[in-house]
């Protein structure tokens, strides 16, 4: 069921998202690019549970778009942050206007209550903070 519900809301997501041209990866790296500016590759791929040559490319393709830029660190000139350009930061923000009527569209089917008890159960089972 939980496989059928993924389906659903990717389903959802492409539909509601298609104008921006953002896939739910996409949308998840740009999102937390913006709300962590300078974030390294490999922190942003253990938050997300990707591979880091699957996120790589992700990368690069945002990268090659104008989205991204990834800057050497001024504390270690070996590391890499990524930070939003001014395309990718209107890019996000524009799609995240989307995002609270496409929630309540695909969970109209629960009250309420059964929303939050949803999101209460599913951060039980896969908590964001502990990864996991």
Same mark, same amino acid.
């Given at each position: ?8 809301? #990717? ?5 509601? #998202?298609?104008? #921006?041209?953002?896939?739910?990866? %996409?949308? $998840? &790296?740009? %999102? ?10 490999? /922190?942003? $791929? =253990? ?5 880091? *040559?699957?996120?790589?490319? &992700?990368?690069?393709?945002?990268? =090659?778009?104008? /989205? &991204? ?5 001024? =504390? ?8 939003? %350009? $001014?395309?990718? %930061? ?18 109209? *089917? ?9 999101? $209460? ?5 896969? *908590?964001?903070? =502990?990864?996991?």
């Amino acid at each position: 069921m939980l496989r059928l519900a993924q389906l659903k809301f #990717f389903e959802g997501f492409y539909e509601h #998202f298609a104008a #921006f041209g953002v896939t739910p990866a %996409t949308y $998840a &790296i740009l %999102t937390l690019i913006r709300d962590n500016p300078g974030i390294p590759p490999s /922190s942003l $791929a =253990s938050l997300l549970r990707l591979k880091l *040559p699957n996120l790589i490319k &992700i990368l690069n393709e945002l990268e =090659s778009s104008g /989205s &991204i830029k990834r800057n050497r660190s001024k =504390s270690d000139r070996r590391a890499v942050e990524l930070v939003l %350009t $001014a395309k990718g %930061t209107k890019l996000i923000n524009d799609a995240a206007r989307t995002t609270e009527p496409y929630n309540r569209l695909m969970l109209a *089917p629960l009250t309420e209550a059964e929303r939050g008890t949803l999101l $209460a159960l599913l951060d039980r089972m896969v *908590p964001l903070e =502990s990864g996991g």
